[in-house]
């Protein structure tokens, strides 16, 4: 059980280049997520999908895009990187379940794609 | 956005003491989840709260759900070498699954 495994782990990029980030979790999860973390902040969502077959945007979309290939897969693709999007990406994934009233929802995070656009 | 404000930002502590740290929000949320993050690693999650009011513990570690629904807490008692990380609150509201994160407490043990 690898939980979520995303690839590559490092990538340098030209400006104006694209790139696809790779995502899986074997966990049976419903839901996934992509994140960007920047030096000295929180990690800052940027898409996610419910379930197979959605997707929606989180807090920060713009010059993303993503695909729900399958319940397993959610990859991130970056059309044309900018300098702006040097960060580190995560992806997650959830299982939302609900009982006695309570939502349950934990997100359980991969190792990280460390990306610099020059 | 919705912004959880966690204190204090970075905290230099002997080996053996106990650390509390906390988040705050001027929003109301449902869960909080507490997560820490090794240099170069993915967060790991550390505790899930779901109730307001409630207290639970992991090991060392425990953390309660503010009963204002608007904050939450985090202790570690007798602090090791390996507890150095980041550490991060995060908050869903309503009946949602998006994750709101706080900016993180870094904790350092000094040994």
């Known amino acids: 059980n690898a939980g979520v495994t995303q690839t590559p782990k490092f990538q340098v990029l030209k400006t104006g280049q694209s790139m696809t980030l790779q995502c899986a979790q074997d966990?049976?999860?419903?839901?996934m997520y992509w994140y960007r973390q920047d030096p000295g902040m929180g990690l800052r969502l940027i898409y996610y999908?419910?379930?197979?077959?959605?997707?929606d945007k989180g807090e920060v979309p713009n010059g993303y895009n993503v695909s729900r290939l399958n319940k397993r897969e959610f990859s991130l693709r970056l059309e044309s990187a900018a300098p702006s999007q040097t960060s580190v990406y995560f992806c997650?994934?959830?299982?939302?379940?609900?009982?006695?009233?309570?939502?349950?929802?934990?997100?359980?995070f991969g190792p990280g794609t460390r990306l610099t656009v020059l | 956005g919705q912004q959880l404000n966690q204190s204090p930002q970075s905290m230099f502590i002997q080996e053996g003491e106990d650390v509390s740290m906390n988040c705050t929000s001027s929003?109301?949320?449902?869960?909080w989840l507490w997560y820490k993050q090794d240099p170069g690693e993915g967060p790991v999650l550390l505790i899930a709260?779901?109730?307001?009011?409630e207290l639970t513990s992991n090991g060392r570690l425990t953390a309660q759900f503010g009963i204002t629904r608007k904050d939450s807490f985090l202790n570690i008692s007798a602090s090791i070498p390996s507890d150095v990380g980041i550490y991060f609150c995060?908050?869903?509201?309503?009946?949602?699954?998006?994750?709101?994160f706080g900016t993180g407490t870094q904790l350092k043990v000094e040994l």
């Open positions: 997650a994934s959830s299982k939302t379940s609900g009982r006695g009233g309570v939502s349950y929802n934990e997100q359980f």
């Open positions: 995060a908050g869903i509201t309503g009946g949602g699954n998006k994750l709101t």
């Open positions: 966990m049976n999860h419903n839901s």
């Open positions: 999908s419910a379930s197979e077959g959605t997707t």
């Open positions: 929003s109301i949320f449902n869960t």
């Open positions: 709260l779901y109730k307001a009011g």
